[in-house]
T-cell receptor, first 115, second 112 residues
Framework: ETGVTQTPRHLVMGMTNKKSLKCEQH?????MYWYKQSAKKPLELMFV???????ENNSVPSRFSPECPNSSHLFLHLHTLQPEDSALYLC??????????????FGQGTRLTVV | GDSVTQMEGPVTLSEEAFLTINCTYT??????LFWYVQYPGEGLQLLLK?????DKGSNKGFEATYRKETTSFHLEKGSVQVSDSAVYFC???????????FGTGTSLTVIP
């Protein structure tokens, strides 16, 4: 399925820059997620939004700021990042309901390099 | 808390060999279980899923059976191909809520 689109696919930024990652889902889902994937580490859940409300924030540093203006769009605003923040950032969505088995649909990710 | 443990990689197999990637879980009740696959440079794609005990998920020749008694969901394929080279993630979603818990991933390389 290609219903989750992330832009940009690649991003190189300096430590003093401000940038934003964008995610859009065309699946009518009601929950959206940001994950961080670093080399040789487990997938890390960063933020969860359910019906546009943030329901999870896994102790993520404040230099990462999420925004979910509606159930189809999710942003991750970045500022004053560190080199160790270089990773693949994955957006995902799911349909959460009492009757449906949830399944996560991922975007292709944004490869972020902090220099 | 809920968690998933999967076998360490990397795994290297010859084409047409049999594949098993072990996955065990810890959870309350009957979570949903998943296998995701990640090809180089891509995001994760859902490979198969199972939602209750003894369910078998299958897709593209891969299979996994939900074993409540052993809390396992091992991934198998009878004859792997070079195109199966990827990283495979086991995951669970608890009965309630919208959380997903992933294993650390197992890298598979299939050589001709």
């Amino acid at each position: 399925e290609t219903g989750v689109t992330q832009t940009p696919r690649h991003l190189v930024m300096g430590m003093t820059n401000k940038k934003s990652l964008k995610c859009e889902q065309h699946l009518g889902h009601n929950a959206m997620y940001w994950y961080k994937q670093s080399a040789k580490k487990p997938l890390e859940l960063m933020f969860v939004y359910n019906f546009k409300e943030q329901t999870e924030n896994n102790s993520v540093p404040s230099r990462f700021s999420p925004e979910c203006p509606n159930s189809s769009h999710l942003f991750l605003h970045l500022h004053t990042l560190q080199p160790e923040d270089s990773a693949l950032y994955l957006c995902a969505s799911s349909q959460v309901s009492d009757s449906l088995t949830p399944k996560l649909i991922f975007g292709q990710g944004t490869r972020l390099t902090v220099v | 808390g809920d968690s998933v443990t999967q076998m360490e990689g990397p795994v290297t197999l010859s084409e047409e060999a049999f594949l098993t990637i072990n996955c065990t879980y810890t959870a309350t009740g009957y979570p949903s279980l998943f296998w995701y696959v990640q090809y180089p440079g891509e995001g994760l794609q859902l490979l198969l899923k199972a939602t209750k005990a003894d369910d078998k998920g299958s897709n593209k020749g891969f299979e996994a059976t939900y074993r409540k008694e052993t809390t396992s969901f091992h991934l198998e394929k009878g004859s792997v191909q070079v195109s199966d080279s990827a990283v495979y993630f086991c995951a669970l979603s608890p009965v309630w809520g919208n959380q997903f818990y992933f294993g650390t991933g197992t890298s598979l390389t299939v050589i001709p």
